[in-house]
């Protein structure tokens, strides 16, 4: 295991309802990448966040949104849920220092009804 | 725009069969590249390659990268049903966005 942790593991909404997904990420590190994973395609980067900070934005609507606390977990918001939207999100936590390797949680399944 | 490309999309294999994954990529300003396995949910780590040539090895895995060409593979040899799972390979540029391009990944079967 990986020390990065992720609630709830599953989540059923309805179109236009908004959801908070919760990361924590592993101790020591600083940094939290989320990502969006669809059925049968590889992760795609949401955004991340270092020291508090938005550090990086993939090509996600304004309506999906993050927040960094000063222990380094970390939140992504979505509003105006869309049935596009359903997917695992993954979070990955990271330490400047390594060069890149990150270190995921388990996900959050999230079904768009 | 970077893009990370992985060939084969989908292989089935018998045990003990060696197999090949490729990985290429075009990633501005190019830092390292990562291979992962995902079985469930979240990936796990397996390689991070930065220097063109040098084999990182690990039981029955190994990765190579060539700078020159862009490209990555993992080998796996005797494989195990275990191995069933989907490789990721992801470029990383070396920038303050530490954002990692990701391909679809190459979804192995290996059948007894």
């Known amino acids: 295991e990986t020390g990065v942790t992720q609630s709830p593991t599953h989540l059923i909404k309805t179109r236009g309802q908004q959801v908070t997904l919760r990361c924590s990420s592993q101790s020591g590190h600083n940094t939290v990448s989320w990502y969006q994973q669809a059925l049968g395609q590889g992760p795609q980067f949401i955004f991340q966040?270092?020291?508090?900070?938005?550090?990086g934005r993939g090509n996600f609507p304004p309506r999906f949104s993050g927040l960094q606390f000063p222990n380094y977990s970390s939140e992504l918001n979505v509003n105006a849920l869309e049935l596009d939207d359903s997917a695992l999100y993954l979070c990955a936590s990271s330490w400047t220092g390594t060069g890149g390797q990150q270190f995921f949680g388990p996900g959050t399944r999230l079904t768009v009804l | 725009e970077d893009k990370v490309v992985q060939s084969p999309l989908s292989l089935v294999v018998h045990e003990g069969d060696t197999v090949t994954l490729n990985c290429s990529y075009e990633v501005t300003n190019f830092r390292s590249l990562l291979w992962y396995k995902q079985e469930k949910k979240a990936p796990t780590f397996l390689f991070m390659l930065t220097s063109s040539g040098i084999e990182k090895k690990s039981g029955r895995l190994s990765s190579i990268l060539d700078k020159k060409e862009l490209f990555s593979i993992l080998n796996i040899t005797a494989t195990q049903t275990g191995d069933s799972a989907v490789y990721l390979c992801?470029?990383?540029?070396?920038?303050?966005?530490?954002?990692?391009?990701w391909g679809l990944g190459t979804s192995l079967a290996v059948n007894p």
């Open positions: 966040y270092y020291r508090e900070e938005e550090n």
């Open positions: 992801a470029g990383k540029n070396a920038g303050n966005n530490r954002k990692l391009i």
